[in-house]
Antibody, heavy 119, light 110 residues
Framework: QLQLQESGPGLVRSSETLSLTCSVSGGPISRSSYYWGWIRQPPGKGLEWIGSIYQSGTSYLNPSLRSRVTLSVDTSRNQFSLHLTVTAADTAVYYC????????????WGQGALVAVSS | QSALTQPPSASGSPGHSVTISCTGSSSGIDNFNYVSWYQQHPGKAPKLIIYEVIKRPSGVPDRFSGSRSGNTASLTVSGLQAEDEADYYCSSYVGRNNYVFGSGTKVTVL
């Protein structure tokens, strides 16, 4: 059974860079045509797609966040990561997830990591 | 790209049906077959229940069904059960390698 687990700091200062890592177990991250994505949810609000990355490192980003986000992948560690330069508006639960065929259908999700941004 | 529009809330009695709409203001729902629906219980990660407009992942009851008409996608939950009470989100590919989620609908089982 595929499992995803987010890890990273729970508190970040505004203007600093948040780095979150998603560790994947139960299957290789480099398998087949899978994409790996990040989605976030501010407290009490809806979901927002941040971006997705392929095993090759090719990434697609939400245009509204593109100037502040980079994604990376480490197939040797079976991990992928999110790097975001934050403001207070970036306080949210951050989820990593698998998109099995680059269709935006995320079928496996991590449990989520709450990140608060302080000013 | 603005979020897809969903009604904030919907409700139905046990055994009855509820339908949630998801409307896009620009190309996306009507141009691509990449509409998904997610169920989210409080404090939990979302769960994929519909993908590619009408398909159900393995293990999702056939009480959940998806459809589309023009730029509006819909999710119908038939035979409502207490455990169906949750937030539901649609999402769609909108072109240029960009995905958008809906605003979310809270479903209450009366």
């Amino acid at each position: 059974q595929l499992q995803l687990q987010e890890s990273g700091p729970g508190l970040v200062r505004s203007s600093e860079t948040l780095s979150l890592t998603c560790s994947v177990s139960g299957g290789p991250i480099s398998r087949s045509s899978y994409y790996w994505g990040w989605i976030r949810q501010p407290p009490g609000k809806g979901l927002e797609w941040i971006g997705s990355i392929y095993q090759s490192g090719t990434s697609y980003l939400n245009p509204s966040l593109r100037s502040r986000v980079t994604l990376s992948v480490d197939t040797s560690r079976n991990q992928f990561s999110l790097h975001l330069t934050v403001t207070a508006a970036d306080t949210a639960v951050y989820y990593c997830a698998r998109d099995a065929d680059n269709s935006g259908s995320f079928d496996y999700w991590g449990q989520g990591a709450l990140v608060a941004v302080s000013s | 790209q603005s979020a897809l529009t969903q009604p904030p809330s919907a409700s139905g009695s046990p055994g009855h049906s509820v339908t949630i709409s998801c409307t896009g203001s620009s190309s996306g729902i009507d141009n691509f077959n990449y509409v998904s629906w997610y169920q989210q219980h409080p404090g939990k990660a979302p769960k994929l229940i519909i993908y590619e407009v009408i398909k159900r992942p393995s293990g999702v009851p056939d009480r959940f069904s998806g459809s589309r008409s023009g730029n509006t996608a819909s999710l119908t939950v038939s035979g409502l059960q207490a455990e169906d009470e949750a937030d539901y989100y649609c999402s769609s590919y909108v072109g240029r390698n960009n995905y958008v989620f809906g605003s979310g609908t809270k479903v209450t089982v009366l």
